[in-house]
């Protein structure tokens, strides 16, 4: 019985005799009237109806005039709206702003002949036609001609918002683009073919946004970085002027270095090349909606954005479905796409969709020069942008290493992680002179950053062994410490407004860490201190970190690593437990590798899957050398040297306050023990055992040995002795250094 009455309702008529078409037939029947009649209406227009094309055509001139053709547009859109409602909008607003399009149009249009009964009368068919008089006779009767062209025109922009959702700016942009054009075409001639960075359109014709609905959330953050552009223009004017910049020492000392201003050209790098391959997204679409609807869950698909190396599907789940029961079905889709690994973002921040991420059949590869070249990049806020690449609609992402402050990049072997480091300094080097941004470079490694050696933007040479990157960590605290204290005395919060005011500028400093893994093994309380330290403090006098690990696991990315570099970025990793290290979630084990990353930071909390930004070592060379034949690496010795000072908080030097009363306390005592200096000096462990440890380097104790105690190898009265000794050791070791 069941089965009968749901065959009934199937059919065309009840039992009364009343219809019972189902909505889809109806919507049906309606759009195929809808596109029967505008074909009809084309084919009369072009001559090719017949008799009763004639008669047709002849009805549409007396209707629209010379806008004959807005009558099967106008009919076309509605069929379209049938097809297709806008998911977040009412239709009946659309269909109200074309129906005001034609109406305003068709009074323009008429606007072209006089407002005269008699001539109308001979006119018939022409000008806007009846439908163009409707609006244009009361309004120019009543005011006049031109204030009856305004308000018509004022109409039709009004119906133009309407249909497309678009803010008044953003359709002031499109209406002028064609005269910004040519604007910018005459201009671009007599600009310097020498110019840093040039400008093109946020997303290239490669990747498109196939809508199949009328989601512009996006213009939003376009609106936005308009009206930031009079800043920008200001900071990149401050930006071109060549100022002496500093570079202080733990000592106090600071070395004015050489100011050279280096234009390097973009054509040192590759332009894009190749398009990425999505495959039949049509039936894609359907292989979706299909297989969630055969576990239950009904879904209404969204637009599609292909992207450099996934291409996104979006839908809109029914009312009441659960997101944890679509993201379950992972397996599943990736199953019935015939494609592996399937990522789902549920949902996409902003909107109220998921996203389906399938991988492209062929992907395209994005270089370093399209995200240098994009309106991203020319409006940003601040010289220490970084251009990370691009995300899975296509749009170059660019992101603020001020703000960050610091970065985190972790992954597994042949993910791109040496690339993603190679784009971020070439990012930094195509903004900043030598002057104001120096890099401390450190390679355990010996490999990844051999390349950028004598380059003029280092402050010491690449750092390859650990006592050295021990060393210029402690460097960098005194240095931190030094530059806190200038500012204090000048009155300035940060770098910014104290390079801004005073004549001595400050150079930003950016340490990069090819491997922390290695460091952390070999000296991992001092690194992992120092590195906290630098995180918490450093920001405010332009002192930056970008880390870099092969191997992120919880003794490498620490707990208190992660809570002080929030701004993190994870290539493919092996597990899920790898990437909830690094991001603290899931999805960095699905992605494809070869610069597929996930990017969090403290602005950004939802991760945001981006192709990275390519650099091979050839553009890297072109780079190098070009900046090598401009000027010459001015090397601070001191950082990376052995006897360096300016431990900023590591007091391990022979001239810690406290260690002539450890010397005199051994001395005197005999007694020789961290837990004895710790009760008699009132110090912490780490101190206590950092000065016996000098002591022990001074040759004042023995060795420790197990639970037994230290042995006092001198006598009070030989400690002159020692005293005026010690240089003459000193030195010797730094003979045998050089």
């Given at each position: 019985?069941?089965?009968?009455?749901?065959?009934?309702?199937?059919?065309?008529?009840?039992?009364?005799?009343?219809?019972l078409?189902?909505?889809?037939?109806?919507s049906?029947l309606?759009?195929?009237?809808?596109?029967?009649?505008?074909?009809?209406?084309?084919?009369?227009?072009?001559?090719?109806?017949?008799?009763?094309?004639?008669?047709?055509?002849?009805?549409?001139?007396?209707?629209?005039?010379?806008?004959v053709?807005?009558?099967?547009?106008?009919l076309?859109?509605?069929?379209?709206?049938?097809?297709?409602?806008?998911?977040e909008?009412?239709?009946g607003?659309?269909?109200?702003?074309?129906?005001?399009?034609?109406?305003?149009?068709?009074?323009?249009?008429?606007?072209?002949i006089?407002?005269?009964?008699?001539?109308?009368?001979?006119?018939?068919?022409?000008?806007?036609?009846?439908?163009?008089?409707?609006?244009?006779?009361?309004?120019?009767?009543?005011?006049?001609?031109?204030?009856?062209?305004?308000?018509l025109?004022?109409?039709?922009?009004?119906?133009?918002?309407?249909?497309?959702?678009?803010?008044?700016?953003?359709?002031?942009?499109?209406?002028?683009?064609?005269?910004?054009?040519?604007?910018?075409?005459?201009?671009?001639?007599?600009?310097?073919?020498?110019?840093?960075?040039?400008?093109?359109g946020?997303?290239?014709?490669?990747?498109?946004?196939?809508?199949?609905s009328?989601?512009?959330?996006?213009?939003?953050?376009?609106?936005?970085?308009?009206?930031?552009?009079?800043?920008?223009?200001?900071?990149?004017?401050?930006?071109a002027?060549?100022s002496?910049?500093?570079?202080?020492?733990?000592?106090?000392?600071?070395?004015?270095?050489?100011?050279?201003?280096?234009?390097?050209?973009?054509?040192?790098?590759?332009?894009?090349?190749?398009?990425?391959?999505?495959?039949?997204?049509?039936?894609?679409?359907?292989?979706?909606?299909?297989?969630?609807?055969?576990?239950?869950?009904?879904?209404?698909?969204?637009?599609?954005?292909?992207?450099?190396?996934?291409?996104?599907?979006?839908?809109?789940?029914?009312?009441?479905?659960?997101?944890?029961?679509?993201?379950?079905?992972?397996?599943?889709?990736?199953?019935?796409?015939?494609?592996?690994?399937?990522?789902?973002?549920?949902?996409?921040?902003?909107?109220?969709?998921?996203?389906?991420?399938?991988?492209?059949?062929?992907?395209?590869?994005?270089?370093l020069?399209?995200?240098?070249?994009?309106?991203?990049?020319?409006?940003?806020?601040?010289?220490?942008?970084?251009?990370?690449?691009?995300?899975?609609?296509?749009?170059?992402?660019?992101?603020?290493?001020?703000r960050?402050?610091?970065?985190?990049?972790?992954?597994?072997?042949?993910?791109?992680?040496?690339?993603?480091?190679?784009?971020?300094?070439?990012?930094?080097?195509?903004?900043?002179?030598?002057?104001?941004?120096?890099?401390?470079?450190?390679?355990?490694?010996?490999?990844?950053?051999?390349?950028?050696?004598?380059?003029?933007?280092?402050l010491?040479?690449?750092?390859?062994?650990?006592?050295?990157?021990?060393?210029?960590?402690?460097?960098?605290?005194?240095?931190?410490?030094?530059?806190?204290?200038?500012?204090?005395?000048a009155?300035?919060?940060?770098?910014?407004?104290?390079?801004?005011?005073?004549?001595?500028?400050?150079?930003?400093?950016?340490?990069?860490?090819?491997?922390?893994?290695?460091?952390?093994?070999?000296?991992?309380?001092?690194?992992?201190?120092?590195?906290?330290?630098?995180?918490?403090?450093?920001?405010?006098?332009?002192?930056?970190?970008?880390?870099a690990?092969?191997?992120?696991?919880?003794?490498?990315?620490?707990?208190?690593?992660?809570?002080?570099?929030?701004?993190?970025?994870?290539?493919?990793?092996?597990?899920?437990?790898?990437?909830?290290?690094?991001?603290?979630?899931?999805?960095?084990?699905?992605l494809?590798?070869?610069?597929?990353?996930?990017?969090?930071?403290?602005?950004?909390?939802?991760?945001?899957?981006?192709?990275?930004a390519?650099?091979?070592?050839?553009?890297?060379?072109?780079?190098?050398?070009?900046?090598?034949?401009?000027?010459?690496?001015?090397?601070?010795?001191?950082?990376?040297?052995k006897?360096?000072?300016?431990?900023?908080?590591?007091?391990?030097?022979?001239?810690?306050?406290?260690?002539?009363?450890?010397?005199?306390?051994?001395?005197?005592?005999?007694?020789?023990?961290?837990?004895?200096?710790?009760?008699?000096?009132?110090?912490?462990?780490?101190?206590?055992?950092?000065?016996?440890?000098?002591?022990?380097?001074?040759?004042?104790?023995?060795?420790?040995?197990?639970?037994?105690?230290?042995?006092?190898?001198?006598?009070?009265?030989?400690r002159?002795?020692?005293?005026?000794?010690q240089?003459?050791?000193?030195?010797?070791?730094?003979?045998?250094?050089?």
């Amino acid at each position: 019985m069941a089965r009968r009455r749901s065959y009934r309702s199937r059919s065309f008529f009840s039992r009364s005799g009343g219809p019972l078409l189902s909505e889809d037939t109806t919507s049906g029947l309606v759009v195929l009237l809808l596109l029967a009649l505008a074909g009809v209406s084309i084919f009369s227009i072009l001559g090719l109806a017949g008799p009763f094309g004639v008669f047709w055509l002849s009805a549409l001139k007396n209707l629209f005039g010379w806008g004959v053709w807005l009558f099967p547009i106008f009919l076309i859109v509605l069929a379209a709206l049938r097809i297709r409602p806008p998911e977040e909008r009412s239709s009946g607003v659309v269909i109200f702003g074309v129906l005001l399009s034609v109406l305003s149009l068709s009074s323009l249009i008429d606007s072209m002949i006089p407002l005269d009964a008699t001539l109308r009368q001979q006119l018939v068919g022409e000008g806007g036609g009846y439908i163009g008089l409707f609006l244009r006779y009361p309004l120019e009767t009543i005011f006049g001609f031109w204030v009856s062209l305004l308000v018509l025109t004022l109409l039709f922009l009004a119906s133009l918002l309407l249909i497309f959702d678009l803010p008044l700016s953003h359709l002031g942009k499109i209406l002028f683009s064609p005269f910004a054009a040519i604007v910018d075409f005459f201009g671009g001639l007599f600009q310097s073919s020498g110019a840093r960075i040039s400008s093109q359109g946020e997303r290239d014709a490669d990747y498109q946004v196939h809508h199949f609905s009328n989601d512009e959330e996006e213009e939003e953050e376009d609106e936005k970085e308009e009206e930031d552009e009079g800043e920008d223009e200001e900071e990149e004017e401050a930006v071109a002027e060549t100022s002496e910049s500093l570079s202080g020492l733990g000592s106090g000392k600071s070395p004015r270095f050489k100011p050279v201003n280096i234009d390097l050209p973009l054509t040192l790098l590759m332009a894009s090349t190749g398009k990425p391959t999505s495959g039949d997204i049509d039936a894609n679409r359907e292989l979706i909606k299909h297989t969630l609807e055969n576990f239950g869950i009904s879904v209404e698909m969204g637009d599609v954005s292909v992207g450099p190396t996934v291409t996104q599907y979006t839908l809109k789940p029914d009312s009441g479905v659960k997101l944890s029961a679509i993201t379950s079905l992972s397996n599943d889709l990736a199953l019935a796409l015939a494609a592996h690994p399937i990522r789902i973002e549920a949902p996409i921040p902003g909107r109220p969709l998921v996203g389906i991420e399938v991988p492209n059949k062929a992907v395209a590869r994005v270089h370093l020069r399209e995200i240098l070249e994009s309106d991203g990049f020319m409006k940003r806020t601040s010289n220490l942008a970084l251009a990370l690449g691009k995300d899975v609609t296509g749009l170059p992402w660019v992101v603020d290493l001020e703000r960050m402050p610091h970065l985190l990049v972790a992954g597994s072997t042949g993910s791109g992680k040496s690339v993603a480091l190679n784009g971020i300094i070439l990012s930094l080097l195509y903004q900043n002179n030598p002057a104001d941004l120096k890099f401390i470079l450190v390679d355990p490694k010996r490999v990844e950053f051999s390349i950028y050696q004598h380059m003029p933007h280092l402050l010491t040479p690449i750092i390859t062994e650990v006592p050295a990157t021990v060393n210029a960590l402690k460097w960098l605290l005194g240095e931190m410490d030094r530059r806190f204290s200038l500012l204090a005395e000048a009155g300035h919060r940060n770098i910014q407004t104290y390079n801004q005011k005073e004549e001595e500028r400050l150079s930003y400093i950016i340490l990069v860490i090819d491997e922390l893994a290695d460091l952390m093994v070999a000296a991992g309380s001092e690194v992992e201190g120092a590195i906290i330290r630098l995180a918490q403090m450093s920001r405010a006098v332009g002192i930056h970190l970008i880390l870099a690990t092969q191997r992120p696991s919880v003794d490498v990315i620490t707990g208190l690593i992660k809570a002080n570099i929030t701004a993190r970025i994870a290539f493919s990793v092996a597990s899920l437990t790898d990437s909830r290290t690094i991001l603290d979630t899931a999805g960095a084990e699905k992605l494809l590798g070869r610069g597929d990353l996930l990017y969090v930071s403290a602005e950004v909390t939802k991760s945001k899957r981006l192709q990275g930004a390519f650099v091979g070592d050839d553009e890297i060379r072109e780079v190098v050398h070009f900046l090598k034949n401009k000027a010459t690496p001015e090397y601070v010795t001191e950082i990376a040297e052995k006897k360096g000072r300016g431990a900023g908080g590591f007091d391990d030097e022979p001239d810690d306050p406290l260690y002539a009363d450890a010397e005199d306390l051994v001395l005197t005592t005999r007694k020789a023990s961290a837990s004895f200096l710790q009760r008699r000096m009132k110090v912490g462990y780490a101190r206590a055992a950092r000065l016996l440890d000098i002591l022990e380097a001074r040759g004042v104790i023995g060795p420790g040995d197990g639970a037994k105690p230290r042995d006092v190898l001198i006598r009070p009265d030989e400690r002159d002795i020692l005293d005026s000794t010690q240089p003459e050791i000193d030195n010797a070791d730094e003979n045998e250094e050089f």
